[in-house]
């Protein structure tokens, strides 16, 4: 049963989650250590989830990532990343990664030889709507309706999801916050866990985020993992919290009791 995480009080599972061997600190973006905004490419942490993601990335076996829907160039761009980073990257829902350690990873071989076409028709068929915008993604596309004229964003998704299934039937359907998103490759943010767990060898993951497709992630959490849901949604996540800045508390607390924990090991 998921419960409200209430700053200041003791709990039990962010408790055991500080004293993990090995901690790997997973977190969503837009809406998770950032607030929604109309436009996308201008979303930033806030600076209270900057300074605790800092904090926390600087401890021993301790290990930060951004597992984001996002394509990895623009993870990079919001997240304001540099090569000399410490802090992992999972883009596209896992279909792309960056590791301090070895890179960038990504693998375009799997693209449709009609992904021109297909990009042209879904932009003609949403042209005529006032503030719903076609986002481009690595391996795929997004449409975007958080600047919609009233109206706009039930015409855009009726016809987005008549024309989704007949042209492109294989590829994968994501729902989202004022979102519909179609990829051609299947990964979710439960293969990008998978693979960050094993990267960094982690005895324990937080993984938090606010949308649908986290909760893909959500339900791999085993053990002294923990899950935190951001806002409101059925959810798999122990703990919720109402919005960044009540998860940028929460990230601070985890970094109080991982430093004290760390000083006296």
């Not at 039990?12 to 500080?18: G, K, R, V, Y």
């Not at 790997?24 to 998770?32: C, S």
């Amino acid at each position: 049963m998921t419960r409200d995480w209430t700053p200041g009080a003791e709990d039990e599972a962010l408790d055991a989650l500080a004293d993990a061997p090995r901690l790997l600190i997973a977190l969503d973006f837009d809406g998770t250590v950032s607030p929604h905004v109309a436009d996308p490419m201008t979303a930033r942490a806030l600076p209270a989830a900057v300074q605790a993601v800092d904090r926390l990335a600087a401890l021993p076996d301790t290990f930060v990532a951004y597992v984001s829907g996002r394509s990895l160039h623009d993870l990079q761009e919001i997240t304001e990343h540099d090569g000399a980073s410490s802090v992992l990257l999972a883009g596209s829902h896992g279909a792309q990664f960056w590791f301090p350690d070895t890179g960038e990873e990504t693998d375009l071989s799997t693209e449709p030889a009609d992904r021109a076409e297909v990009i042209s028709e879904l932009r003609s068929l949403i042209a005529d709507l006032d503030g719903v915008v076609y986002e481009p993604k690595t391996f795929g596309f997004g449409v975007h309706t958080r600047t919609a004229a009233p109206g706009q964003e039930e015409l855009a998704f009726v016809r987005v999801e008549k024309w989704a299934p007949e042209r492109i039937p294989s590829w994968r359907r994501r729902t989202g916050h004022h979102l519909r998103e179609y990829s051609w490759r299947s990964e979710g943010k439960d293969v990008a866990l998978k693979r960050l767990r094993e990267h960094v060898n982690a005895s324990a993951v937080l993984f938090a985020g606010d949308d649908v497709t986290d909760e893909d992630g959500m339900r791999t959490l085993v053990g002294d993992d923990l899950g935190v849901r951001i806002g409101p949604g059925e959810t798999a996540a122990t703990l919720r919290v109402p919005d960044p800045d009540a998860f940028a508390a929460l990230l601070a607390a985890l970094a109080d009791l991982r430093a004290e924990r760390r000083t006296q090991g």
